[in-house]
């Protein structure tokens, strides 16, 4: 049975770095692709970040780039979204999510089968 486990929320002040993780069980890691995303209250969810079983190749959302970083551990089978710069628009509940063999639509909710609980991520003064 697939599992996830996000971790590494807190409550932040702006300029900021914190590092979150998504512990993936019950799937083999290596052919997943990985997607992060946020849902701030009143809010859809929105994408964030994505990387696929292939080495390298990510995607980020516009809002994102150059602040935020996807990485993943295969032997600890964790991903990692490590957030720098943050703002207090990045506040929100951040979810990892998980696509067996998934190559595109990355972006996109609906691609993703299996979601963890989720972390909250506040950033304020």
């Known amino acids: 049975q697939a599992r996830l486990v996000e971790s590494g929320g807190g409550l932040v002040q702006p300029g900021a770095s914190l590092n979150v993780s998504c512990v993936v069980s019950g799937l083999t890691f290596n052919w997943l692709a990985v997607g992060w995303f946020l849902q701030a209250p009143g809010k859809e969810r929105e994408f964030v970040a994505a990387s696929n079983w292939i080495p390298d190749n990510t995607t980020y959302a516009d809002s994102v780039k150059g602040r935020f970083t996807i990485s993943r551990d295969r032997a600890k089978k964790t991903s990692y979204l490590q957030m720098t710069g943050l703002i207090p628009e990045d506040t929100a509940a951040y979810y990892c999510?998980?696509?067996?063999?998934?190559?595109?639509?990355?972006?996109?909710?609906?691609?993703?089968?299996?979601w963890g609980q989720g972390t909250q991520v506040t950033v304020s003064a």
């Open positions: 999510a998980v696509n067996p063999f998934g190559r595109s639509g990355l972006n996109l909710p609906r691609t993703y089968p299996y």
